[in-house]
């Protein structure tokens, strides 16, 4: 039976980078891990950037517990980037359809990665306290200098026991 494990967000963050690397097909370089987003370009037609958010406590597990079971919601955010010239100037059909490159479909696949994924370790044992869950997600739109890329951004949330010295009560 697995354990809940005290985390930190650090470990969690490259679980889910691993997760999107596995279930998208996607080279290491492509799923970027980032407190912003990217200068541009990565490599590639699609790629998606991982970015930490804030978080809040669950105030009254801390009231009973403390230090022992200090439990964080922290989100974070994916951003799917693509490129794909093929449609004509007023209209982004093959952007958002194509059964390749097309930007709803890979979108559908980063939620499918990502949405009730329970990051652990390879012991089994869970790095948070429930599965990730998608709380949110932007309407894709194109980036003003660099029109041939759009992009949109999905929000999950993660609840884990942060990892703190228990010596300390």
């Known amino acids: 039976m697995p354990t809940v494990l005290r ?6 963050l490259l679980a889910v980078q691993a997760r999107l690397v596995a279930k998208l097909g996607f080279p290491l ?16 037609d699609q790629f998606v950037v991982v970015r930490p958010r804030g978080f809040r406590v669950s ?15 922290r989100r974070f ?7 794909l010239v093929l449609d004509e100037t007023d209209r982004d059909t093959e952007w958002l359809t194509d059964p390749t490159l097309g930007h709803l479909d890979q979108e559908n696949a980063v939620i499918d990665a990502v949405q009730i994924f329970w990051p652990a370790t390879s012991g089994d044992d869970l790095l948070t306290t429930y599965p990730i869950r998608l709380v949110d997600g932007s309407e894709p739109g194109e980036l003003p200098s660099a ?23």
Not at 61 to 68: L, T
Not at 149 to 166: H, M, V
Request: aromatic content about 10%; charged content about 25%.
């Open 7 to 12: 985390s930190k967000f650090s470990t969690i």
């Open 59 to 73: 105030e009254p597990i801390v009231g009973a517990a403390g230090r022992v079971d200090t439990r964080i919601m």
């Open 147 to 169: 029109k041939e890329w759009g992009a949109s951004t999905l929000t999950f949330e993660a609840q884990y026991e942060i990892s703190l010295d228990q010596s300390e009560q």
């Open 29 to 44: 370089e492509r799923v970027l891990v980032s407190k912003k987003d990217p200068p541009f370009f990565a490599q590639g």
């Open 77 to 83: 955010t994916v951003t799917l980037w693509t490129r």
